[in-house]
């Protein structure tokens, strides 16, 4: 009997013992889940670190991609400058003929002319005679067109700041204003109007008259009014050195002016090209002017359409024009311009005194009577030099002294007798 209580004893030990293992389990198992919590925790926020990092890294990639993209694209356009750089250059020509759309004539600039095959990708409506093209060095196949060319001579005729002067600063020439406006700017702006009467509207007005009437004035007064374009050349400026180069600049100068219509081309002192052909004794140089002349008269004739343009032409010498130059149908009307009336040199007195500062005591009127025989620019001198006594003698205001002796100088000057220069002038 007394085993029993040391089985109970060592029964109740072992289930102590038990529950002793079963608490240290459980604890053991807390930790190791609580461990496996933060080992989860770490994991998660790593992943997350990772995350940000493969998207900056993406991030990072495309942005290098598209600057390798940026990079590809200046290497393409460096190699295709570089190309250009070892290209050879072109030849320009000039199309002469077209046989099919695959070829043409073309004369080169260097002279020669060639059977040119003509690149397929320029439009066959691009293709025409008297076109300016540039041809491959080797093979001579049309590569390009061109704009057409003018001399940088001839785009400098064209009159880009307009004059300032006005039909109310030109003192009399009513009578030439008026005819000028309707042969030149009327044409121009209602064409209609000639068709419903029936005739052909006029295509040029010669300007003839005494050196200082007017007639530059009253040009530039039509290049201030008009909205067409406004070509001015001086006669002088057409005859050229070389052979055929006045010609060419002639028919450059007129194609300009189609292509620029409506036009208005000026040509001052047109004696320098316009002079009578005579038959005898031709310097080389005569040849070139009245070549230069020849082609005016075609390019007057306009066996082109000469489209909207109108010509003024301004000489003080019609005698010596050619006669050729004068017939209708070239400049359809000839406006003479007169030395200015009493009247007319009141206005022109007027005109030129209207800053002036003028005591009442000045009668234009007078001074107009005494001026008989004066042109235009003659008038301006009196005034100018009126002007000119009153300052010498330190006053603002002009007196009818100073118109006096300012006369008295002008004709003076006209008659050719010189005013005594003070001895002292030079010494
Ligand atoms: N009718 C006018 N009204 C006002 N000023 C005039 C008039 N005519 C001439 N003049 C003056 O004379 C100057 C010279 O005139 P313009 O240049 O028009 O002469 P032109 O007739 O062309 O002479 P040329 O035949 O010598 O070329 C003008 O700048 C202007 O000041
Ligand atoms: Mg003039």
């Given at each position: 009997m007394s085993e029993t209580p040391d089985i109970i004893s060592s029964c109740a030990r072992e289930s102590n013992s038990v529950d002793t293992i079963a608490e240290k389990s459980s604890h053991s198992k807390e930790n190791e889940l609580a461990s496996l919590r933060k080992a989860n925790i770490a994991l998660e926020s790593r992943n997350f670190e990772l995350r940000e990092q493969v998207r900056q890294l993406r991030l990072q990639n495309a942005a290098a991609e598209s600057q390798r993209d940026q990079y590809k694209r200046e290497i393409k356009k460096l190699r295709d400058e570089l190309n250009d750089y070892r290209s050879p250059p072109l030849v320009l020509g000039t199309?002469?003929?077209?046989?099919?759309?695959?070829?043409?004539?073309?004369?080169?600039?260097?002279?020669?002319?060639?059977?040119?095959?003509?690149?397929?990708?320029?439009?066959?409506?691009?293709?025409?005679?008297?076109?300016?093209?540039?041809?491959?060095?080797?093979?001579?196949?049309?590569v390009d067109i061109l704009p057409p060319k003018y001399d940088c001579q001839v785009s400098a005729m064209e009159v880009m700041d307009t004059p300032?002067?006005?039909?109310?600063?030109?003192?009399?020439?009513?009578?030439?204003?008026?005819?000028?406006?309707?042969?030149?700017?009327?044409?121009?702006?209602?064409?209609?109007?000639?068709?419903?009467?029936?005739?052909?509207?006029?295509?040029?007005?010669?300007?003839?008259?005494?050196?200082?009437?007017?007639?530059?004035?009253?040009?530039?007064?039509?290049?201030?009014?008009?909205?067409?374009?406004?070509?001015?050349?001086?006669?002088?400026?057409?005859?050229?050195?070389?052979?055929?180069?006045?010609?060419?600049?002639?028919?450059?100068?007129?194609?300009?002016?189609?292509?620029?219509?409506?036009?208005?081309?000026?040509?001052?002192?047109?004696?320098?090209?316009?002079?009578?052909?005579?038959?005898?004794?031709?310097?080389?140089?005569?040849?070139?002017?009245?070549?230069?002349?020849?082609?005016?008269?075609?390019?007057?004739?306009?066996?082109?359409?000469?489209?909207?343009?109108?010509?003024?032409?301004?000489?003080?010498?019609?005698?010596?024009?050619?006669?050729?130059?004068?017939?209708?149908?070239?400049?359809?009307?000839?406006?003479?311009?007169?030395?200015?009336?009493?009247?007319?040199?009141?206005?022109?007195?007027?005109?030129?005194?209207?800053?002036?500062?003028?005591?009442?005591?000045?009668?234009?009127a007078d001074i107009a009577k005494e001026t008989e025989g004066m042109n235009g620019s003659e008038l301006m001198a009196v005034c100018v030099e009126a002007g000119m006594n009153a300052i010498r003698t330190r006053r603002t205001t002009i007196s009818s002294e100073d118109f006096s002796k300012a006369l008295a100088a002008v004709k003076a000057g006209r008659t050719g007798i010189v005013v005594q220069q003070p001895d002292a002038m030079y010494s």
């Open positions: 199309i002469e003929s077209v046989i099919d759309e695959t070829h043409v004539v073309v004369r080169s600039t260097t002279g020669p002319q060639f059977l040119s095959r003509v690149s397929e990708h320029l439009d066959p409506k691009d293709i025409m005679p008297g076109t300016l093209c540039a041809m491959h060095l080797q093979s001579f196949s049309i300032t002067i006005t039909y109310d600063d030109i003192g009399g020439l009513e009578e030439q204003k008026q005819l000028l406006r309707e042969s030149v700017e009327l044409p121009l702006r209602s064409p209609r109007l000639f068709e419903t009467v029936g005739i052909a509207p006029p295509k040029g007005v010669l300007m003839f008259g005494p050196p200082g009437t007017g007639k530059t004035l009253l040009a530039k007064a039509v290049a201030h009014h008009t909205k067409a374009s406004f070509i001015h050349v001086v006669g002088s400026e057409l005859v050229q050195k070389y052979i055929g180069e006045g010609a060419r600049l002639v028919r450059e100068l007129f194609q300009m002016a189609r292509e620029r219509s409506p036009t208005i081309i000026f040509i001052d002192e047109i004696d320098a090209i316009g002079a009578a052909r005579g038959n005898d004794s031709y310097s080389p140089g005569d040849h070139e002017v009245s070549r230069t002349l020849m082609q005016l008269l075609a390019e007057l004739d306009g066996f082109d359409n000469r489209g909207d343009v109108k010509i003024i032409g301004a000489t003080n010498r019609p005698d010596i024009l050619d006669k050729a130059l004068l017939r209708p149908g070239r400049f359809d009307r000839i406006i003479e311009f007169p030395l200015p009336d009493e009247e007319g040199r009141k206005t022109i007195l007027e005109i030129h005194t209207r800053k002036m500062n003028l005591r009442k005591t000045v009668s234009l």
